[in-house]
C-alpha cells in the first residue's frame, strides 16, 4: 500500500507500507493431563507446533483425625496431601454428654453443597465449604443454642480455627 501524506506546510511525504510474513497465533490451550497436584497443559500454534508447561496445585486435606484425648482436650491431626500435618484442639464443656454417633440421625446434602447431619436425641451440624477454601461448621444442640467455627487452609499448610 502507497499512500501520500500532506504534511501541511509544503511538503509531503509518501508511506509505503510493506506486508511481512504471516505471523503465529495460538491455536489452543488444553490441559492433557495430571500427575498428583501437578497439571500438564499444551499450547498449540497455528503453523502445527505445540509446548507444554506445568502448573502445582496447593495441597489438599487428605485427613482428619482424633489423635488425643487429655481431660477435656480433644486433639486432632489434619494430614495433607503434600504430607504436611497440623494438629488443632477442641475444648469440650465440662458437662458434656456422651459423643453422638453419626449414624444416630440423617445426613443429607444440601444443594448448596453443605452437609446437615440432624441426630435423633435433637441438634444438628451444618458443614459448608467456603470459595475461600475455609470450611465453617455450626452445632446446634436439643436446646436451640448455636455455636460456629471455621477451619481455613493456609498456603503454609498450617490451620487457623476461629
Known amino acids: 500500500?502507497?499512500?501520500i501524506v500532506n504534511l501541511g506546510n509544503g511538503?509531503?511525504?509518501k508511506i509505503t507500507m510493506?506486508?511481512?510474513?504471516?505471523?503465529?497465533?495460538i491455536a489452543s490451550v488444553v490441559k492433557t493431563g495430571t500427575t498428583g497436584l501437578v497439571d500438564t497443559y499444551t499450547i498449540t500454534l497455528t503453523d502445527g507446533s505445540s509446548s507444554t508447561f506445568t502448573v502445582t496445585n496447593g495441597s489438599s486435606i487428605e485427613s482428619?483425625?482424633?489423635?488425643?484425648?487429655?481431660g477435656l482436650v480433644d486433639t486432632y491431626t489434619v494430614t495433607l496431601t503434600n504430607g504436611d500435618t497440623s494438629t488443632f484442639t477442641v475444648t469440650n464443656g465440662s458437662d458434656a454428654q456422651a459423643s453422638v454417633l453419626p449414624d444416630k440421625g440423617t445426613t443429607e446434602f444440601q444443594?448448596?453443597?453443605?452437609?446437615?447431619?440432624?441426630?435423633t436425641n435433637g441438634g444438628s451440624l451444618l458443614v459448608e465449604f467456603n470459595s475461600n477454601g475455609s470450611i465453617s461448621y455450626t452445632y446446634e444442640d436439643d436446646q436451640g443454642e448455636t455455636e460456629t467455627r471455621?477451619?481455613?487452609f493456609n498456603a503454609d499448610g498450617s490451620i487457623t480455627v476461629a
Request: net charge negative; no cysteine; proline share 0%.
Open 11 to 13: 511538503q509531503f511525504v
Open 64 to 70: 482428619i483425625e482424633k489423635t488425643s484425648t487429655v
Open 18 to 25: 510493506l506486508k511481512g510474513e504471516k505471523g503465529t497465533n
Open 150 to 152: 471455621s477451619m481455613t
Open 111 to 119: 444443594s448448596d453443597g453443605s452437609i446437615l447431619t440432624t441426630f
Open 1 to 3: 500500500m502507497n499512500e
